[in-house]
């Protein structure tokens, strides 16, 4: 077993585990010593996972998250509107998903959940470094949204429905 997969292993016994996980079990269940433990612990933090130490072990501070997908039509000029009322309101952009008529479903992993990487997004497609995917569906497109609530979600939903942004 490699290191990543080690820690990708590990990350998945911590999370799913509803009480700490010593080092000591995580170093036995992997045949290493605890420092290597502690080392992998940093790198899964490191990589944007919350982990918390505690005197028992180890813990995930996760928020619930629960996810919605939206089908949408917008212009490229509404893009940015698009995209901020969902980041405005606390959710995160997954991924922009198409279905089209020939090469099937294509999906690009987004994961947008602020203003600012909203704007570095912008200035990519600004820049001319790419054009968005609706624009080969006729600006068609689907968006898995993740957020901390329903309600959130539900006010999402709203929010583009509102904008003429959501397609029923």
Not at 67 to 76: A, E, L, M, P
């Amino acid at each position: 077993m490699t290191g990543a997969e080690r820690r990708t292993d590990m990350l998945e016994r911590i999370k799913s585990s509803q009480i700490p996980v010593s080092g000591k079990r995580l170093a036995g269940i992997y045949g290493v010593s605890r420092q290597v433990i502690v080392q992998d612990i940093a790198l899964i933090r490191a990589s944007g996972h919350d982990i918390i130490s505690t005197n028992r072990g180890y813990l995930l501070n996760a928020l619930p998250v629960v996810s919605r997908i939206f089908k949408v039509s917008h212009t490229d000029d509404q893009m940015e509107e698009e995209m901020l009322a969902i980041v405005d309101l606390g959710g995160r952009i997954i991924n922009v998903v198409i279905h089209h008529k020939v090469y099937g479903t294509l999906e690009a992993d987004l994961s947008i959940g602020s203003r600012r990487k909203v704007m570095e997004f912008m200035e990519g497609i600004r820049n001319g470094k790419s054009s968005p995917l609706k624009n080969i569906t006729s600006n068609y497109h689907y968006h898995k949204v993740e957020a901390e609530s329903e309600e959130t979600l539900n006010l999402i939903e709203k929010t583009l429905r509102e904008k003429g942004f959501l397609v029923e």
